[in-house]
């Protein structure tokens, strides 16, 4: 195995690095309590697949938890200093592993780094099982990767680090007495625990390695901003030495963009990058804005802000930050509207709360005999066949759920012209039922 115990000179963030699952931070949806990747190599199973997410998210952690729970020999490749040569002999060591019966894993960091036909080289021996094949990758496999190769891999999506996750490995790093700096005694005040949780950006290695440098600084038992700020240089200047924590600009940036102030947008967004905060992090509340506050009163902003984030890992952070501020600034002056926010929130309480209904006969899927005989989709009117595709009177709720009105649109930007359309719809409707 290529994965070694790390020196007793590692940094803090290659020694407290999981060696259980137990130890491992985040990912609950993928490796919590009773999740199928988890009970999978609980077994000692695994198969190829794809890791994608964020820097310091666990994608290496997690690969080499599979090489342990599943015992397998692990070849580690890196697409940005292998070239043909190694990934021949790393070939050449799997087959020879597997005349004498030993599973081995092929881990790839930075995969979408190989180009095609790099990445197309794999192929055979994934195929063949004579390797388990796990790559690593922050950009979106569908646009890096070969569709052979997706074909064959699960992809796992690995998110940013809730800040849950990141006080509780704090806290481990700080108490574990064999890996951690438990011998040390030490403390961390709490605005200073704050700016460590801010500064990570969900990114695990960043947060430790930030610990590290503070605990290094300190003059005391106990860890102080001044301390974080020494750390991480000016870009923390004070992080915030007004005691803003990172989430009150987080949340200040968002409440400038819903109240359509683009120069406070600015503003705000500037102070969370001087601050050592991720753009990216910005990005994704932009994404969450794009959908609340502006929704279908301007629909281009949710594909900016895509875009946006796109631009970011294409061309790197001086342009990526340009682009950031740029949807930024969009969302700002965009039309707002909250309908569909609170229309998705109405549609899930009725769900949780209203009876199960059954699906209506007409709706119902009839792709045998028997289904239709039973009634399934009788009397169901195809709308394509139906005048300006709309079949008037047509129920789509259950019987008990018809009167129910959701969404209802507001009269700025776009959803002016889409409540017309739906009052329009609903007249239709009306009319149609009235002649029954």
């Known amino acids: 195995m290529l994965f070694k115990d790390e020196e007793p000179f590692a940094p803090l963030a290659a020694r407290m690095r999981p060696v259980t699952l137990d130890e491992y931070s985040g990912q609950s949806h993928l490796v919590g309590a009773d999740k199928p990747l988890r009970k999978m190599l609980e077994a000692g199973h695994c198969h190829s697949m794809i890791l994608w997410g964020p820097p ?29 040569k190694e990934v021949r002999a790393a070939m050449d ?63 796992y999506v690995l ?8 006080h509780a490995l704090l806290e481990r790093a700080l108490q574990d007495c064999d890996k951690g700096l438990g011998q ?16 990570s950006g969900g990114d695990a290695r960043r947060l430790l390695t930030n610990l590290e440098l503070a605990a290094d600084f300190t003059s005391d038992t106990t860890i102080v901003l001044a301390d974080i700020e020494q750390a991480v240089g000016e870009k923390v200047a004070a992080y915030d030495k007004q005691g803003d924590a990172f989430y009150d600009l987080i949340s200040a940036f968002h409440k400038s963009v819903r109240g359509s102030d683009p120069d406070a947008a600015l ?47 294409r061309v790197g952070p001086a342009e990526g930050e340009r682009a ?22 109405a549609a899930k309480k009725l769900a949780r709360e209203a009876p199960d209904y059954p699906v209506p006969d007409h709706l119902r899927n009839a792709p045998t005999k028997l289904m239709k005989e039973l009634g399934h989709g009788e ?26 009105r959701l969404y209802e649109p507001v009269d700025r930007g776009l959803e002016k012209q889409l409540k017309a359309k739906r009052d329009y719809l609903y007249n239709l409707n009306s009319q149609a039922t009235r002649k029954r």
């Open 267 to 313: 503003y705000w967004y500037a102070r969370i990058l001087n601050g050592g905060g991720d753009a990216l992090y910005v990005a994704r509340r932009l994404l969450a804005i794009a959908s609340e506050d502006i929704g279908n009163a301007d629909p281009r902003a949710l594909q900016l802000c895509l875009n946006a984030w796109d631009t970011y890992h």
């Open 184 to 199: 040390r005694g030490l403390d961390i005040a709490e605005d200073a625990r704050s700016a460590l949780i801010g500064l």
């Open 379 to 404: 009397g169901y009117r195809y709308a394509h066949d139906e005048p300006n595709a709309f079949a008037a009177g047509e129920i789509y709720l259950p019987p008990e759920l018809q009167q129910e």
């Open 93 to 155: 060591k799997a087959q020879e592993d597997v005349r004498y019966n030993q599973r081995t894993l092929l881990f790839v960091d930075e995969v979408h780094r190989f180009n095609k036909s790099q990445q197309d080289a794999f192929l055979p021996y994934v195929e063949s099982g004579t390797v388990t094949f796990v790559g690593a990758t922050t950009e979106n496999p569908s646009f890096e990767l070969n569709k052979a190769l997706l074909s064959r891999a699960r992809v």
């Open 159 to 166: 998110k940013a680090l809730a800040e849950d996750d990141l």
């Open 56 to 84: 310091g998210t666990g994608k290496t952690t997690l690969a080499e938890l599979i090489a342990s729970y599943t015992h397998a020999n692990v070849i580690r490749l890196s697409a940005v200093t292998s070239g043909v």
């Open 324 to 345: 950031i501020a740029q949807a930024s600034v969009y969302c700002a002056l965009a039309a707002k509207s909250n309908a569909v926010y609170k229309a998705f929130s």
